[in-house]
């Protein structure tokens, strides 16, 4: 199709400065809300990342690493996690920073223990005030026993996301997803009677011996099963993941082309449509009736969005911020007493505002008009005018009387259409190193 693509999720913004952040600059930045964004409060939403998994899948980009073998660092990160809950809490915690959404993922969160799944769920209704909220908590089948489905019931928990990847055996087998797909699809049944509010699934396309009849099959499946949400996301090589070094390797064939790619993607989006789901993000499926708080509060380009857990992105006060990637230096931060935010982005200027409002708005698939022109006191075509106009001369956005859409070129190029906002940050960078900073989340 003649664009380049950004494969990782353009979300992140204002981009990080390439210095470290020190525990104690940390938490003077961080610790205490203090409201940037015009017009907030804005709903705040929270994820959770824990870094740990049973098994690794080939093409993972994640952080993360296998339970088995390293249960002692399990429960020094559980302990840590505990008290970077605790650190936030000490201000976030007050009544009127209420927490509209929780997610935790990874990695894998049901690679940890009931009990340790128990006290971090303790930990956040002991800080928080959870009432009302919605809670998400990603599940492998390989290892959500039941009795880790009912502590999530038990505390509060509405959602449940598994990352299913493709019910092909074959791909399974290939890619060392965990478990045949029947095992898959059973544990999905049983899943329904603990009756959460909503149950989601993600499917990987695009994979190097994939077929699209088999990727429309797994799309149908999930669809008949009733899903309450369904994600699709394109498979990605990156250079340090196992599928890629495969692939380097290997003689056989590589991942298909963009334009096979977009082709799949374009009929599994038409297919839901029609089996009753409406978008939600570039990416997510929700049955007609049913959003996802945690999706709305992060990809609305307004208020603070706080992140715990190893290598976790949030947004705060203005500033963009990423934890250490690094378990035992995470560990060791907060038995200091310190929050483990490594990298940080300098404070967001009046221009980053209006662009962070759009950037994200488009991942979510649209931004509308009125919320935009009432937060910058000026409307969205006058402050971008340039930028929409060329992007709808691609075919990657349409104008509508309450909103700008993407189409269905956008949503797969959905990368390029937030870039495309970044102007305050890549005027006069060439695109290749473009491409490289935002793959980085840095500032050139």
Not at 123 to 138: K, R, Y
Not at 145 to 151: G, H, I, Q, S
Not at 205 to 211: A, I, K, L, S, V
Request: with cysteine; aromatic share 12%.
């Amino acid at each position: 199709m003649g664009v380049t693509n950004y494969d990782v999720a353009v979300m992140n913004y204002p981009l990080f400065e390439k210095g470290r952040l020190s525990g104690e600059e940390a938490n003077k930045l961080f610790a205490r809300p203090r409201y940037t964004d015009i017009g907030g409060p804005w709903p705040v939403s929270l994820y959770i990342h824990i870094p740990f998994c049973d098994s690794l899948c080939d093409f993972c980009v994640y952080n993360r690493m296998l339970a088995p073998g390293n249960r002692g660092l399990v429960q020094e990160f559980v302990d840590a996690l505990i008290r970077e809950i605790a650190l936030y809490a000490r201000e976030w915690g007050k009544a009127e920073n209420k927490l509209d959404a929780v997610f935790i993922g990874g990695g894998t969160p049901t690679a940890l223990s009931a009990s340790q799944l128990e006290k971090i769920l303790q930990a956040l209704h002991q800080c928080f005030d959870l009432h009302g909220s919605e809670m998400t908590v990603e599940c492998n089948p390989l290892n959500a026993t039941r009795e880790k489905l009912a502590v999530c019931k038990r505390y509060g928990v509405t959602r449940i996301s598994t990352g299913v990847q493709s019910f092909q055996n074959s791909l399974r087998k290939s890619h060392h997803i965990a478990k045949r797909a029947e095992a898959v699809a059973k544990w999905l049944e049983e899943l329904r009677a603990f009756h959460f509010d909503d149950e989601s699934l993600d499917l990987l396309y695009g994979f190097p011996d994939g077929e699209e009849v088999g990727f429309l099959s797994d799309v149908k499946r999930a669809a008949a099963m009733k899903m309450g949400h369904i994600s699709l996301y394109k498979l990605a090589a990156f250079a340090y993941t196992t599928l890629y070094k495969k692939l380097l390797s290997s003689k056989g064939e590589g991942l298909p082309d963009d334009e096979s790619c977009f082709a799949m993607f374009q009929k599994a989006h038409r297919l839901l449509l029609q089996k009753g789901y409406i978008l939600q993000s570039a990416q997510e499926y929700g049955i007609k009736g049913k959003t996802t708080r945690f999706w709305d509060a992060t990809y609305d380009g307004f208020g603070d969005n706080l992140a715990m857990g190893v290598s976790s992105f949030g947004y705060v006060n203005g500033y963009c911020y990423q934890n250490t990637n690094d378990v035992r230096e995470y560990i060791r931060r907060l038995q200091d007493g310190c929050l483990p935010v490594e990298r940080c982005s300098l404070p967001i200027t009046p221009e980053q505002l209006r662009e962070r409002a759009v950037i994200l708005g488009f991942r979510r698939g649209y931004v509308l008009r009125e919320p935009f022109a009432a937060a910058f006191g000026t409307p969205l075509e006058r402050v971008f005018g340039e930028t929409v106009e060329k992007l709808i001369a691609q075919g990657l956005i349409e104008e509508h009387r309450e909103r700008f859409s993407l189409t269905e070129k956008g949503l797969y190029y959905q990368g390029n259409v937030s870039a495309a906002f970044m102007l305050s940050v890549f005027e006069g960078v060439s695109p290749l190193k473009k491409k490289m900073c935002i793959g980085a989340h840095e500032m050139p």
